[in-house]
């Protein structure tokens, strides 16, 4: 079936449903960032496969609203298939749902998967539909599911646990920390739905998403007892006898009934309403309901000692891996024959020769001039172009190993830098360094942390559109909430957090310039006194930064401390694992200005 | 009576009105800042005379909700008066509603005058209270007023016409562009209730409040007419011809009529409500209500090019002052007798010199050493202390002109400093510096940019408990919304605003540092390009900063090159209306470091 005869499909299926529209939208049952194949249902049935973008189908029209990183690709995609292009972003486009609200007429219904929406968009949806008269029904059964007959099975990835030896906290702790925490909110029940929630509590990892080393599953958590709700056949026996003192297994589908007796004796069951879907509320009713982020969450976020550890553990096994790739690189792109697709391909081989590697902890980003200058830019055969001894390329990536997550972006130069190149790639620098090196009081927010990211480069008038950095999570997400460096409200930013500091610049046809480093939120002890905490960032990440792209007279003597100072630090953590050649190399990458 | 004695003729009146408590705060009916002395009931009642102060009293029990600023006085004032001091801020101190909820009984009722209530607060009053099974009630007659036997009379200023020479747009004008935004929001009517805006939209000023030129009044406003309520006593036959063929005036008393009016023809009227009183809405039974804040509040902050030309003359007479006060403390303090109050006198009287002077724009702060560690200091006969000529000394003050309004803060040392104090002089002034010279994209509020002003201070582990600034009304409130540079959300900054930069840092016991300057928000020609708008602040503020202060060394290139510049406008701008003296004296004050 093309994309016109699947939309011709479903319209009837709507019809027999009773419905005037069908809402898609790009969302699994856990709000996972990355969809496993077999719920990649949007791109199925519209043809458009960039990550984001949700579909509506009504009777005569269909809509799918994806953001300025998929334009080009979603209109190439989309061609010929009836739906029309919703730019996100752009002011005369609708907002999606009081676009529906405007195709329904009163009484007229639209039909959705509960499973994937979560309780807070699902009543938001209601709100706008009920207010111009329409109705949301919600349908047990995927229509897309019922249509789509070549649909992928789930993974059936093996559950391996995870040792307390990387997570440094066992299960029956873990457990212990968040019942308190629900007592504390006045919860008998927890029902978590988001997959690293899952992982990290019970220190359980599989393979069922890309880049993220999760297992699809539910999992209850009551006062006396903690089940996970995942395919049976993905639990050898081995794993459930291990986890059996803490926590039972029960199957997937299992989950309703588990609800439903938790509603029948009145329990109150907290739930994160921007993470648990529909379906999993309707069937907790009679259950009073605690709304509140998981305590997981915030858990998660702080980082134990072994963890920091095993991210410093993991930094120089990755930082060799990038060692390696820069210096090949050098060489390499004189002798001809790198693309942006084969130098991507290089280094994660490098990465993968490391014998935790695990898997990317992302698509990596290989942009060369232009190309960099797209800041989710994705490597396809048609975009792959080939290095050039000349001009800037930038590599944005990074590695999951069950001793840390690492996201790591270098920029480097391939010949001779122009003065507005190492101007810029100085300022991003500074950002960076400044960001890192200003201590902050307990208190302080990301959210206005981040500024300190982007005054060099507001000095001269520069900018990027995207937030400074996002909290990583441990052999989990490489972005994990609820910290981050962006300008939306958020937790305070507390020792133990991980954070991404990536300012940016992007000059359209020409480059893209990226300095990324991950860093640990500490104590300042320095500072801290009188009962005033202040904190600051410990930088994680080992790999030189290039130094022929920097301009010695914008730093400040300060910044030029921190930069040698990092750099030795990079060389002493390094050196030792590299042979003869890289480690000149890397003496030489690393010297002091 | 003693405050005992009120409390029980207070209770008395409770019970027959079947009240089992009665809520006071400290508020008019207009939101205002400073109170009028008329209403200043909860001054009255308890004793305390702090600016803030809310007030509970039950038939058994009275408690006064009051923060760090006034513990000390509250304390020592409310002794012995039955009323227990609750501390704001405090972790054990319960929340005001929350306490008066477990105060009552399921059915038990807490009055309050519906006129010093906003329609916010009384809902989140209404649903405390009722969510313990208490209840609100509003009585038409203020309790505290009926035993306030020699209560003071509004003022009766008579309300004088602001000259379009000063104001830059006529009331025909203004009132078009609010109808054109009422019309936008979907409002046939428009209630005003704070003092400043109705004075904006009118050119009216008046004297009925310390420290701000404007009258007692609410304003109606609808698509065809607008009426002043007022005193007719305050208006001249003149004045109310002046205005005739855009606004009449109508008795103050006479609103409820009008409002029933609105009311009854159903019409769509917009308030605010955060700032119109649960009076004011009752009597609206009937109109569609429509929230929002007033457009007035965002044409009132955005200033004019006649304003902003008002304000820099108007800072060229307020240096004037300033530079002679300066020099004068120089001087007299050596010779003896200056006291902390004598200073802050002495500078009153130089400002009032100017013949266009109206008013101090707030009470003059004038802090030495310890003193000057207390931010909102009001120096009394008890405090008072001499200047030596050794330490620091703070003074924060500013005047009400009718072509502007200032404020200043200026911190020198009366002998050698010590380095610490240079130290953190020079840290402050390096955020003030930075706050300013910093450019910033269109959309970024005074929550994010405030972090630069705080960045050289948090890099030593010093901070400062206030926000960086506030916006400043012209010829009305020194603090005027709704922008500031204060870590709350806000709107963002926009050209034709004006705000006080005023980082600070305070060592308790031994001084209080605060550079203050009120600057405007500019668009930047240079960086502005592509259709993406910069901006930046361009100082307003002329008066020297205290080189014997400043740590040379802590300064970068660019920040020294900005005092320097700053300096010679200082003198450039200030010179020519000084005499020999005083200008040698400024010569030296702003000579190039």
Redesign the interface.
């Known amino acids: 079936m093309n994309t016109r005869e699947k939309l011709a499909a479903l319209r009837v299926l709507m019809k027999k449903h009773g419905l005037t529209a069908y809402y898609i939208p790009s969302v699994d049952p856990h709000q996972s960032e990355y969809l496993p194949e077999c719920w990649k249902r949007r791109a199925w049935l519209s043809g458009f496969t960039g990550s984001a973008g949700d579909l509506v189908v009504t009777l005569r029209k269909a809509g799918l609203w994806t953001d300025g990183r998929y334009y080009l690709q979603a209109e190439q995609e989309l061609a010929g298939s009836g739906i029309t292009l919703m730019k996100l972003g752009q002011p005369e486009t609708p907002d999606l749902m009081d676009w529906v609200a405007r195709q329904l007429k009163p009484g007229q219904a639209m039909g959705v998967d509960p499973q994937v929406l979560s309780v807070a968009l699902a009543e938001a949806c209601e709100q706008t539909l009920g207010a111009a008269g329409g109705k949301v029904r919600y349908l047990s059964r995927n229509l897309v599911d019922q249509l789509w007959t070549d649909q992928p099975e789930p993974s059936l990835a093996p559950i391996k646990l995870h040792s307390t030896r990387y997570a440094g906290e066992g299960v029956r702790s873990k457990l212990k920390r968040l019942r308190s925490a629900m007592k504390e909110q006045g919860a008998q029940a927890h029902v978590l739905s988001t997959l690293d929630t899952i992982a990290w509590l019970f220190n359980i990892r599989s393979a069922d998403i890309m880049y993220t080393p999760v297992a699809i599953a539910y999992a209850v958590v009551t006062d006396r007892g903690a089940t996970i709700f995942t395919d049976p056949r993905k639990v050898a026996k081995g794993t459930a006898r291990a986890l059996a003192k803490n926590a039972k297994f029960a199957p997937y589908t299992a989950l309703p009934e588990a609800l439903h007796k938790l509603g029948k004796t009145r329990k109150k069951v907290l739930i994160d309403p921007a993470t648990t879907n529909r379906w999993v509320q309707g069937h907790l009713r009679g259950a009073e309901i605690v709304r509140g982020a998981s305590p997981v969450v915030m858990f998660k976020a702080i980082k134990n000692e072994t963890q920091i550890g095993g991210f410093r553990d993991a930094m120089v096994r990755d930082g060799v891996a990038m060692v390696k790739f820069l210096r090949w690189l050098q060489t390499a792109v004189p002798r001809g024959g790198v693309t942006e697709m084969s130098a991507a391909h290089k280094l994660d081989s490098l990465r993968a020769e490391d014998r935790l590697f695990f898997d990317c902890s992302f698509e990596t980003i290989s942009g060369y001039r232009g190309n960099g200058a797209i800041i989710h830019y994705a490597v396809s055969e048609e975009s792959d172009v080939k290095l050039r001894p000349r001009g800037i390329y930038l590599i944005d990536s990074g590695g999951q190993y069950p001793d840390g997550t690492t996201d790591i972006t270098r920029t480097v130069t391939l010949g001779k830098p122009t003065p507005r190149e190492r101007e810029m790639f100085t300022r991003v620098l500074k950002g960076t360094i ?1 960001c890192t ?5 307990a208190g302080t927010t990301g ?3 981040e ?2 990211a982007r ?1 060099a480069l ?4 520069a ?1 990027y559109m995207h937030g400074t950095g996002h909290g990583v999570g441990h052999f989990l997400g490489v972005h994990e909430g609820p910290c981050s460096l962006k ?1 939306i ?1 958020t937790v305070p930013l507390e020792p133990g957090m991980i954070l991404s500091i990536e300012p940016g610049v992007y000059e359209a046809g020409k480059f893209g310039i990226r300095t990324e480093n991950l860093a640990l939120v500490v104590n ?1 002890e ?4 009188n009962g ?1 905490q ?1 904190y600051r960032f410990d930088t994680l990440t080992l790999c030189p930064i290039d130094l022929r792209l920097i301009d010695r007279k914008l730093l ?1 003597a300060t910044e030029r401390k921190w930069l040698n100072h990092y750099h030795q630090l990079v060389y002493r953590k390094l050196n030792r694992h590299l042979d003869t050649d890289h480690k000149n190399w890397l003496l030489r990458a690393t010297r002091g200005i």
């Open positions: 400044q090196i200003t201590p902050f009081p959210q206005r942390h500024l300190f005054q507001w000095k001269a008038g900018n300008d409200p300042d320095k500072l801290s006194r005033q202040w400040t």
